[in-house]
């Protein structure tokens, strides 16, 4: 009676024991199961969301650069257009460009911005090759602007004499102008390397013949002062025309 009962209790036993390790075996089975599609899936979608976090970051911080340049540029520019204006405004000779400017029809920021330029309102400003006073007229150049003007007893102490010297400079300006049709890159190019020179320039290196850009001027030195020049020249234009 025992031994009958004991047998059937162990048959369920290993029957129960069957059942578990068949369970195990379908868990384990089924966590080997996990497709590779799905852990390459995983994988795309974290690259993807660390890519979307690294661009963020850089599209953040580019913007912040761009926005620090254009803060900075407009400082210079904010520091610039003080610097020229207070140049005219405290050099005491306002009125004289203003008189031969209207005298002359030549723009008084481009004779602003030639003097800034030249001698930085310095009227006693010499140069090694002898140019004298604020817009800087050399000794021969003064006496043939002299003869033109029909100054008498013009001497060459007199390019000091901030009157003389900005009529003569105004003068000239007007001068190179009626040459170059009122174009101010080739007036200022002119004024410092000459006519004839920016003549020849014209012939040489100008696309149409008529026109000079700075980039087509042939020589350093004067394509870095014309360039100075048209930077005044604005600032100096829009101090007194446009924020009028």
Same mark, same amino acid.
């Given at each position: 009676?025992?031994?009958?009962?004991?047998?059937?209790?162990?048959?369920?036993?290993?029957?129960?024991?069957?059942?578990?390790?068949?369970?195990?075996?379908?868990?384990?089975?089924?966590?080997?199961?996990?497709?590779?599609?799905?852990?390459?899936?995983?994988?795309?979608?974290?690259?993807?969301?660390?890519?979307?976090?690294?661009?963020?970051?850089?599209?953040?911080?580019?913007?912040?650069?761009?926005?620090?340049?254009?803060?900075?540029?407009?400082?210079?520019?904010?520091?610039?257009?003080?610097?020229?204006?207070?140049?005219?405004?405290?050099?005491?000779?306002? %009125?004289? !460009?203003?008189?031969? /400017? #209207?005298?002359?029809?030549?723009? &008084? =920021?481009?004779?602003?911005?030639?003097?800034?330029?030249?001698?930085?309102?310095?009227?006693?400003?010499?140069?090694?090759?002898?140019?004298?006073?604020?817009?800087?007229?050399?000794?021969?150049?003064?006496?043939?602007?002299?003869?033109?003007?029909?100054?008498?007893?013009?001497?060459?102490?007199?390019?000091?004499?901030?009157?003389?010297?900005?009529?003569?400079?105004?003068?000239?300006?007007?001068?190179?102008?009626?040459?170059?049709?009122? %174009?101010? !890159?080739?007036?200022? /190019? #002119?004024?410092?390397?000459?006519? &004839? =020179?920016?003549?020849?320039?014209?012939?040489?290196?100008?696309?149409?013949?008529?026109?000079?850009?700075?980039?087509?001027?042939p020589m350093d030195d004067t394509k870095d002062y014309v360039k100075k020049v048209m930077n005044a020249y604005a600032l100096y234009y829009e101090n007194y025309v446009v924020n009028q």
């Open positions: 009676m025992t031994a009958d009962n004991d047998r059937p209790t162990a048959r369920r036993r290993r029957s129960d024991r069957n059942i578990r390790s068949n369970r195990r075996s379908a868990k384990a089975r089924g966590k080997r199961r996990v497709s590779p599609i799905v852990w390459i899936l995983l994988v795309v979608s974290l690259a993807f969301l660390a890519y979307a976090i690294i661009n963020k970051n850089t599209a953040q911080t580019r913007l912040d650069n761009l926005h620090a340049e254009r803060e900075a540029a407009k400082k210079r520019h904010e520091d610039e257009l003080v610097y020229y204006v207070n140049l005219r405004k405290n050099s005491g000779v306002e %009125d004289i !460009i203003n008189k031969y /400017s #209207a005298m002359y029809q030549v723009d &008084s =920021n481009m004779v602003s911005a030639v003097i800034a330029r030249e001698s930085h309102y310095d009227m006693y400003a010499q140069s090694r090759v002898g140019a004298r006073g604020l817009m800087q007229i050399m000794e021969d150049t003064g006496k043939w602007i002299a003869g033109k003007l029909n100054v008498e007893g013009y001497t060459y102490e007199h390019l000091f004499d901030p009157d003389i010297n900005i009529r003569f400079g105004t003068w000239y300006l007007s001068y190179l102008s009626d040459n170059f049709g009122g %174009d101010p !890159i080739l007036v200022a /190019s #002119a004024y410092h390397a000459g006519l &004839s =020179n920016v003549k020849l320039w014209l012939l040489r290196h100008s696309e149409d013949g008529v026109n000079l850009g700075t980039h087509e001027i």
